[in-house]
Nanobody, 121 residues
Framework: QVQLVESGGGLVQPGGSLRLSCAAS????????TGWYRQAPGNERELVAS???????NYAEAVKGRFTISRDNAKNTVYLQMNSLKPEDTAVYYC???????????????WGQGTQVTVSS
């Protein structure tokens, strides 16, 4: 019933910018934490940036000062603005949300399908 759909990935030169979007649809009562993860070939999925249910923001050290996470609660959408991109940012980026489908339900984790970001030099 709940789907997270990412968009905005693509090919960009080093130093360029991309903005990723992730829109949640379906039966959603409330969204707690949300964030972006990435996974490069041969590597484990790692946290890039997240927003807690109370609005706290966390970034991986590798992206601090370059990436900005934000969300539009009215649209159930989370964004990742990526600036000054580096080749090492190349990965599949996944959005994640911890949300409730009903007020009495427990929080559950939902993942997007992933969007490829390639930074080429």
């Amino acid at each position: 019933q709940v789907q997270l759909v990412e968009s905005g990935g693509g090919l960009v030169q080093p130093g360029g910018s991309l903005r990723l979007s992730c829109a949640a649809s379906g039966r959603i009562f409330s969204i707690d934490a949300t964030g972006w993860y990435r996974q490069a070939p041969g590597n484990e999925r790692e946290l890039v940036a997240s927003i807690t249910g109370t609005g706290g923001i966390n970034y991986a050290e590798a992206v601090k000062g370059r990436f900005t996470i934000s969300r539009d609660n009215a649209k159930n959408t989370v964004y990742l603005q990526m600036n000054s991109l580096k080749p090492e940012d190349t990965a599949v980026y996944y959005c994640m949300s911890n949300l409730k489908t009903w007020s009495w339900a427990a929080l559950r984790t939902y993942w997007g399908q992933g969007t490829q970001v390639t930074v080429s030099s």
